[in-house]
Structures are given as structure tokens and as C-alpha cells.
């Protein structure tokens, strides 16, 4: 196949720094559902290069509020953070109640910057 100077410039593009970068990653599942009144973990890693320290850590509620802040962790909250500042990110959510249900993102502070896994987790909480 003979490409024209454009799409070669574009698979560059692609391939480069714009395009998935494996030191810098935020892992969850698309979606999952959660019976209401019972409890769910959210499975979550993230990593990042190895010069990098991570200093707070968030979740958020679409793009919303924040449901856990490292910096200033909620007495009572519903919503748990299972995981550290190394690469866990689990959220434990206790007591689903219907208005849990919206897609939650995970987001990491660095002496580089914050990184935020876009897609997020989808979370439906269901009737019995
Ligand atoms: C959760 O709800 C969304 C939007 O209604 C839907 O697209 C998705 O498939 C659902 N996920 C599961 C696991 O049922």
C-alpha cells in the first residue's frame, strides 16, 4: 500500500505521545452491576514511571464531586479507599444506594501533574 505523506504523519502522531503511553495507566472495568443495599468494591490499578511519587489521590462521581480525596478523607463517608499511593486504587462503596450509580474516575497527583483515567467505571445499581 502507498501512503500519502498525510497518513504517514498521522500513524505517527498516533504512535507517539498522544497514544496509549504504558507507564502512564489507569485500570478498571468498563461496567459492572451492583444490587442496591449491597456493598462493591471497584477493582482499580494505576501506574505511572518509576521517577514519579504520588503525592494525593481522587475519585470522582462523573465528572461531578469528589467521593474520596486523600487529602481530605470524609468521617462516615460510603465511600472507601482500599487501595494507596503506589498502584491500588480499589473503592469500596457500603450500601449502594440507586443514586451511586453514575461512572466514577480515578485520579493521581505527581510532581508531574495529575493523571486521570478518562474512560472511568461505569457503575449501575440495580433493584432486586
Ligand atoms: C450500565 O448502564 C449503562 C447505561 O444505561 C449501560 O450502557 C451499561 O451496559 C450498563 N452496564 C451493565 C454492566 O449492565
Redesign the pocket.
Known amino acids: 500500500m502507498k501512503m500519502n505523506p498525510w497518513t504517514l504523519s498521522v500513524l505517527l502522531l498516533l504512535a507517539g505521545p498522544l497514544g496509549a503511553d504504558p507507564d502512564w495507566h489507569v485500570e478498571y472495568p468498563?461496567?459492572?452491576?451492583v444490587v442496591e443495599g449491597s456493598t462493591a468494591t471497584i477493582p482499580c490499578s494505576f501506574t505511572h514511571p518509576a521517577r514519579v511519587k504520588v503525592g494525593r489521590v481522587v475519585w470522582r462521581f462523573n465528572y461531578e464531586h469528589n467521593v474520596y480525596n486523600s487529602s481530605n478523607v470524609r468521617a462516615n463517608s460510603r465511600f472507601l479507599y482500599l487501595g494507596d499511593l503506589i498502584g491500588n486504587c480499589a473503592l469500596k462503596i457500603i450500601k449502594t444506594v440507586k443514586r451511586d450509580?453514575a461512572t466514577y474516575r480515578f485520579s493521581f497527583e505527581t510532581n508531574f501533574g495529575w493523571w486521570t483515567g478518562l474512560n472511568g467505571v461505569?457503575?449501575?445499581v440495580?433493584g432486586l
Open positions: 468498563d461496567s459492572f452491576c450509580t461505569r457503575v449501575n440495580t
